[in-house]
């Protein structure tokens, strides 16, 4: 199947910093990217969905200030969790899609806020 | 609205017993209905749909069937190995598409020899 790559795997920041996180996809044109937030012991949740070369569309809940989504090209998707807190601590998943057909995931970013 | 109640775990196996994840689901209209399996270090990765109702779906073993009057999804798979071990999602699309996934919690099943 596709191949999903998201980094960084896991990252620890300080409280009042920004993170990015990438997700690219490998050997495919994305033409629809998501992003999911994961809690402990809680379903993903989408947060985003984001069409090359448009605005993200975010799901009721989601603060597009503080998550920015850029989808530049048809293979990269960052999301830029800005002036991160210890609440922004979450497992954060995307996945790529082409043409509506089926979704492929990257491997997640753990994040940790201190 | 749509949401997708899935078995708590996490749950241990020896090798070839038989496993069944439960997941059921509350959506409007009729979703497709998908299990996927995340490998330590990985993404997730599509196991298995089932895209209206009575449909069975299967791959590497595992076996889902769609039932409409249960709202029911269950994962089994009839003698497990080593190399199932893994998280499992149950999840929905209201859509045609894979997009829009509504997931449950994940389940992690770790076989030991």
């Known amino acids: 199947g596709a191949v999903v790559s998201q980094h960084p795997s896991w990252v620890i920041c300080k409280s009042g910093t920004s993170v990015k996180i990438e997700c690219r996809s490998l050997?495919?044109?994305?033409?629809?990217m998501f992003w999911y937030r994961q809690f402990p012991k809680q379903s993903l949740m989408l947060m985003a969905t984001?069409?090359?070369?448009?605005?993200?569309?975010?799901e009721q809940g989601v603060e597009k200030d503080k998550f920015l989504i850029n989808h530049a090209s048809l293979t990269l998707s960052t999301l830029t969790v800005t002036s991160a807190h210890p609440e922004d601590s979450s497992f954060y998943i995307c996945?790529?899609?082409?043409?509506?057909?089926?979704?492929?995931f990257g491997q997640g970013t753990r994040l940790t806020v201190v | 609205g749509n949401s997708v109640t899935q078995m708590e775990g996490p749950v241990t196996l020896s090798e070839e017993a038989f496993l069944t994840i439960n997941c059921t689901y509350t959506?409007?209209?009729?979703?497709?209905l998908f299990w996927y399996v995340q490998y330590p270090g990985e993404g997730l990765q599509l196991l298995l749909k089932?895209?209206?109702?009575?449909d069975k779906g299967s791959n590497k073993g595992f076996e889902a069937t769609y039932r409409k009057e249960t709202t029911s999804f269950h994962l089994e798979k009839g003698s497990v190995q080593v190399s199932d071990s893994a998280v499992y999602f149950c999840?929905?699309?209201?859509?045609?598409?894979?997009?829009?996934?509504?997931f449950g919690t994940g389940t992690r099943l770790t076989v030991i020899p």
């Open positions: 984001s069409n090359e070369g448009s605005k993200a569309t975010y």
């Open positions: 999840a929905l699309s209201d859509r045609t598409g894979a997009n829009n996934l509504f």
């Open positions: 050997d495919f044109q994305a033409t629809t």
């Open positions: 996945s790529a899609e082409m043409g509506g057909t089926e979704a492929f």
């Open positions: 089932a895209t209206k109702a009575d």
């Open positions: 959506a409007t209209g009729y979703p497709s």
